[in-house]
T-cell receptor
């Protein structure tokens, strides 16, 4: 069974204070690892997909990296508008009716203070 | 990115009534759609996988007679919460993936539906 664990559960930063969020996973054949941002009362917003160890992707102040066991979401010089819950999810190569199924971690609640 | 529309965004219903939630992929076709439930400050828990033209696959512990799923077309799936009770109050979110073989792996999410049963 696929498992995803995110740490820390909550992270409070000052504006401009860079940090990283961790996502550890176990999966029977990784098809993709996904990062989402979720604002209160909203559905998750897609950020990145990573497919293989060593891969990196960037978007504005965010950079996602992947190893064989974990992924990091690095936040450089965060701003208050980056405050949200960040979700990590994995997808395995299972097909059939399980195609596309995502297993989510519990999320990291990020708060950036001005 | 692709757009998934979920309706309604909020609904309040009386205990014992049924509520239908719609999930539409607006600019792509989705053979498979997923329904999640999210409790306050918790992550998304998959309830069921909705397959166009066939029966939904429910996760362990999810009552299929309680949560009826219909995937009538490649752009529409519905979740009906039957005989709703206060414990069914939650945030329900759908997601859709482009058809298998399209090369796209991302899942796109609707904006969620806040169900309150009084």
């Amino acid at each position: 069974e696929d498992q995803v664990t995110q740490s820390p559960e909550a992270l409070r930063l000052q504006e401009g204070e860079s940090s990283s969020l961790n996502c550890s996973y176990t999966v029977s054949g990784l098809r993709g690892l996904f990062w989402y941002r979720q604002d209160p009362g909203k559905g998750p917003e897609f950020l990145f997909t990573l497919y293989s160890a060593g891969e990196e992707k960037e978007k504005e102040r965010l950079k996602a990296t992947l190893t064989k066991k974990e992924s990091f979401l690095h936040i450089t010089a965060p701003k208050p508008e980056d405050s949200a819950t960040y979700l990590c999810a994995v997808q395995s190569w299972a097909g059939g009716t399980s195609y596309g199924k995502l297993t989510f971690g519990q999320g990291t609640i990020l708060t950036v203070h001005p | 990115g692709a757009v998934v529309s979920q309706h309604p965004s909020r609904v309040i219903c009386k205990s014992g009534t049924s509520v239908k939630i719609e999930c539409r992929s607006l600019d792509f076709q989705a053979t498979t759609m997923f329904w999640y439930r999210q409790f306050p400050k918790k992550s998304l828990m998959l309830m069921a996988t909705s397959n166009e033209g066939s029966k939904a696959t429910y996760e362990q512990g999810v009552e299929k007679d309680k949560f009826l799923i219909n995937h009538a077309s490649l752009t529409l799936s519905t979740l009906t919460v039957t005989s709703a009770h206060p414990e069914d109050s939650s945030f329900y979110i759908c997601s859709a993936r482009p058809v298998q073989g399209s090369g796209s792996t991302e899942a796109f999410f609707g904006q969620g539906t806040r169900l309150t049963v009084v």
